[in-house]
Nanobody, 117 residues
Framework: VQLQASGGGLVQAGGSLRLSCAAP???????????MGWYRQAPGKQRELVAD???????NYLDSVKGRFTISRDNARKTVSLQMNSLKADDTAVYYC?????????WGQGTQLTVSS
């Protein structure tokens, strides 16, 4: 699955931003067979799962983003988005779109989010 991420940038603490990821070259049935997610990696830290969403709509969130971030997917358009509200300086990281099916994982290019306090 080839993934194209967009939407990073610089935002003030308390602000909002939306990340998007598309898989335009992937056929719909293949996209639908993947759990789609967003990971992030801050300087000096390991990459961590922020949120993911299955075809069924079942979601999973990192505890520190619950209630602030919302992940969604549009299977017809083959996109996954991450709406981020009430951003904090600790959210600063490079964010990566991910498609997972079993042990297979595909990654988009990272997009930088910087939250200024």
């Amino acid at each position: 699955v080839q993934l194209q991420a967009s939407g990073g940038g610089l935002v003030q603490a308390g602000g909002s931003l939306r990340l998007s990821c598309a898989a335009p070259r992937t056929i719909t049935s293949v996209f639908n067979s993947h759990v789609m997610g967003w990971y992030r990696q801050a300087p000096g830290k390991q990459r961590e799962l922020v949120a993911d969403i299955a075809l069924s709509g079942i979601t999973n969130y990192l505890d520190s983003v619950k209630g602030r971030f919302t992940i969604s997917r549009d299977n017809a358009r083959k996109t996954v988005s991450l709406q981020m509200n009430s951003l904090k300086a600790d959210d600063t990281a490079v964010y990566y779109c991910n498609a997972k099916r079993g042990l297979d994982m595909s990654w988009g290019q990272g997009t930088q989010l910087t939250v200024s306090s």
